[in-house]
């Protein structure tokens, strides 16, 4: 009797990357399908998406068809739009979306690799003031931490100088006119004058950075949460000792930009990137630490 042959090593490898590839690499390229179009209102030719996509062809056209059956793309004119089942799928997903969600695994991750307190804060315009929602706190013995709800100020916090650079200019040209500002700690920038000219530096580069200016031993980083229209919806923003961030304060900022472009991809900022490229060294430095204690007292920045 013959012995059946083992098959090759060729046939095995095409056979095992078949069908067991072909489901996953087919779903993840329709939401990229969806993703590309809802970035482009004027709609994509099959050639531009085969372009994007990096894709053949044929193997688009594979996906566009029955996505055109469906109704969540049309096809008009030799290109593809969205159509009303992927505006009707975006209805119904919306409600569900809030900064808090999409920011929370975000979060927890920068936690766990920065190893400090990470805090999201919204702007009181009212009290022109930047509150925290939400929070995760390190995992240190000694470490910041601040109880929901507890607002700081705008001109000293780096939460707050983010929500206030990124504010429509009539609101900044009135919170300015309340200066000078009371000194929480030496190192507090009081002047109204040094904050005007601090805060295109803080839009350029998303970026604040303060250090011991609400309390004298705690330094802050902090960045923009932009949503889907572009607006600041909120500010993320890492709360550690000085200490801790004398060696390398250009990786915390890296760690807080990055995480908030994350944050702000989930939320549908079209400016914000899947995987953000590095981000570039920040021109300001932490100082050396002041002077004062450096036991585990509750504060943020």
């Known amino acids: ?40 209102p004027e709609g994509l030719s099959l050639a531009a998406l085969s372009a994007r996509l990096e894709a053949p ?11 055109c059956n469906y109704r969540y793309i049309v096809h008009s004119d030799g290109r ?39 805090l999201v804060a919204t702007m ?17 013995s000694i470490r910041y931490t601040v109880d ?8 000293c916090s780096a939460a707050g100088r983010v929500l206030l650079a990124f504010a429509d200019s009539a609101f900044i040209a009135r919170y300015l006119k309340r200066g000078p500002f009371p000194a929480l700690t030496p190192q507090t920038l ?22 011991g200016e609400v309390s004298t031993d705690v330094a802050g980083f902090a960045a923009p949460i932009f949503d889907r229209d572009g607006r600041v919806a909120a500010a993320l923003t890492m709360a550690a000792p000085v ?28 400016g914000s990137a899947l995987h953000p490229a590095p981000s570039a060294e920040v021109r300001r430095t932490v100082p050396a630490q002041p002077s004062g204690k450096s036991s585990s007292q509750r504060a943020a920045p």
């Open 148 to 155: 929901l709800g507890t607002a700081r100020p705008l001109y």
């Open 1 to 40: 009797m013959k012995r059946p042959q083992a098959p090759s090593r060729r046939s095995a490898a095409r056979e095992g990357s078949g069908p067991a590839d072909a489901g996953p690499r087919s779903l993840i390229r329709t939401l990229r399908i969806l993703e590309q179009l809802a970035g482009a």
């Open 190 to 211: 009081t002047s109204a004058a040094q904050l005007r000219r601090l805060l295109p530096e803080i839009r350029e580069q998303k970026l604040a950075i303060t250090v």
């Open 243 to 270: 200490s801790r961030t004398l060696a390398h304060p250009q990786d915390y900022a890296t760690l807080i930009r990055d995480a908030a472009d994350s944050i702000s991809f989930g939320l549908g900022h079209p």
């Open 57 to 67: 062809k044929s193997s688009l056209l594979g996906l566009l068809r029955p996505m």
């Open 80 to 118: 593809y739009l969205l159509g009303p089942g992927a505006y009707r799928l975006g209805v119904s997903v919306m409600p569900t979306l809030s900064v808090a969600r999409i920011a929370a695994p975000i979060m927890r991750e920068l936690v766990e690799r920065s190893g400090e307190t990470v």
């Open 124 to 140: 009181d315009p009212d009290a022109g003031r930047a509150v925290y929602v939400e929070k995760i706190e390190s995992s240190h």
